[in-house]
């Protein structure tokens, strides 16, 4: 048996980088950047207004205040996307609208809610500065600097940033394959007759659920039933994906026929590891057919959630190309007692958010951690590991908190 952080190795070891492909900028929200995107323009590309309101110089209004307003002359209007003519004169003004082109001469906009204006006279209760509204060219970013690095998930902040990089198209690392096989006679489909010892197969929703919210290429391989021939032709299809996760029958029954494939190197299966020093889910068995990762997980509801987003998660995103993959740990002030009497890496699930004004975040642990309670997940946005070497953590320690949602 190995520790979680050696698990954690040699899932890493066997991560290979997915294929590059070029897709139109269009289909490439939720995919993974290949390449740095650097700017070939300054951002923005021109002076431009910051308001909606009037551009002038400053020195015309630097005397002007709420009992003796200045009046400058309205020449013209320019509107965001015009190429205008139009400069200011001494004494003059222009309306501008939000984003235009300041034109030559005007140095200072004015916010149009700051002026009163009858016909082309406009009034200005208060001076300006040099540079007022203005937002200037390149003082975002300058042309050539990196815009966006590799590695980043295309979402709508990145997305937005590459249109404005003028990118067409971009590279992108090929997503992830992902075949799910749910495995025992004993699982029942929602709406089918329960038997004496039937279980309702939450595993293959809870599972499918958790790939199809990280935007993976999902193949639903039903339910393998506790069959040698049933498995091995499952297995066979799975294996032509870039992931395979199979739940359930790999630890020690006597009807546990995935173990006992993967154990006689089914379809040229190597293994890395079987299981891992953790609770819950220490039976997890992982390793590689070809080039398609194998990660055999346990089938009780919470064991196999729990292989899936301490192991599986990080591989996928590692293979998907991110920058970072791994699970992140952040830290937060523990509120209530855990009792954690095995000798293992346990990891409680628990809820963190930020207590008031404080700045502090605080986690809420779950008070019942069996196995085979989904519900202990209900509500439930994190891990708290108790470390190997504790059978307690008390209320007020500060503790690691590993965050469930997101990719």
């Known amino acids: 048996m190995i520790t979680y952080q050696e698990a954690l190795e040699k899932i890493a070891d066997a991560c290979e980088l997915l294929p590059v492909e070029e897709i139109p900028l269009r289909q490439s929200h939720r995919e993974t950047l290949a390449e740095d995107v650097f700017l070939l323009e300054d951002l923005p590309l021109f002076d431009n207004s910051a308001m909606d309101g009037y551009v002038l110089r400053a020195s015309d209004i630097r005397h002007a205040s709420e009992k003796k307003p200045v009046i400058l002359v309205c020449q013209g209007v320019i509107g965001a996307g015009?190429?205008?003519?139009?400069?200011?004169?001494?004494?003059?003004?222009?309306?501008?609208?939000?984003?235009?082109?300041?034109?030559?001469?005007?140095?200072?906009?004015?916010p149009v809610e700051k002026t009163l204006s009858e016909a082309n006279r406009v009034a200005f209760g208060e001076p300006a500065e040099p540079g007022d509204c203005i937002r200037r060219r390149g003082e975002e970013m300058k042309a050539g600097e990196r815009l966006v690095e590799k590695g980043n998930l295309i979402d709508s902040v990145v997305w937005g940033l590459l249109a404005t990089a003028n990118k067409a198209s971009v590279p992108v690392y090929q997503k992830p394959k992902v075949a799910l096989l749910v495995t025992g006679?004993?699982?029942v489909e929602p709406g089918e007759p329960m038997k004496p010892g039937s279980i309702r197969n939450s595993n293959g929703f809870s599972m499918l659920g958790a790939l199809r919210e990280l935007g993976v290429e999902t193949i639903d391989l039903g339910v393998g039933r506790d069959d040698r021939a049933d498995l091995e032709?499952?297995?066979?299809?799975?294996?032509?994906?870039?992931?395979?996760?199979?739940?359930?029958?790999?630890?020690?029954?006597?009807?546990?026929?995935?173990r006992d494939l993967l154990a006689e190197g089914f379809l040229g299966f190597k293994e890395s590891f079987y299981k891992v020093q953790i609770r819950p889910g220490k039976p997890v068995r992982f390793g590689t057919m070809g080039k398609t990762l194998v990660f055999g997980l346990p089938g009780n509801p919470v064991s196999c959630l729990v292989g899936f987003h301490l192991f599986v998660k990080p591989a996928l995103r590692k293979m998907w190309g991110f920058r970072e993959w791994e699970n992140p740990v952040y830290?937060?002030?523990?509120?209530?007692?855990?009792?954690?009497?095995?000798?293992?890496?346990?990891?409680?699930?628990?809820?963190?958010?930020?207590?008031?004004?404080?700045?502090?975040?605080?986690?809420?642990?779950?008070?019942?951690?069996?196995?085979?309670?989904l519900t202990t997940f209900l509500d439930a946005n994190c891990f708290v590991p108790v470390p190997i070497e504790k059978d307690?953590?008390?209320?007020?320690?500060?503790?690691?908190?590993?965050?469930?949602?997101?990719?």
Request: glycine fraction near 14%; include cysteine.
């Open 233 to 258: 032709k499952r297995l066979e299809e799975g294996s032509r994906a870039d992931v395979l996760i199979t739940v359930g029958g790999v630890s020690a029954g006597d009807f546990d026929h995935i």
């Open 331 to 373: 830290r937060a002030i523990l509120e209530e007692d855990i009792h954690s009497p095995a000798p293992v890496l346990n990891f409680w699930r628990g809820k963190v958010s930020p207590k008031g004004g404080s700045g502090e975040w605080r986690v809420v642990p779950k008070q019942k951690a069996g196995s085979g309670m």
């Open 185 to 187: 006679d004993e699982l």
């Open 82 to 110: 015009e190429a205008s003519q139009l400069s200011v004169g001494a004494g003059t003004c222009l309306k501008i609208m939000t984003g235009a082109l300041i034109p030559p001469d005007g140095d200072s906009v004015v």
């Open 392 to 407: 307690r953590l008390v209320r007020g320690d500060t503790v690691d908190v590993i965050p469930l949602g997101g990719f």
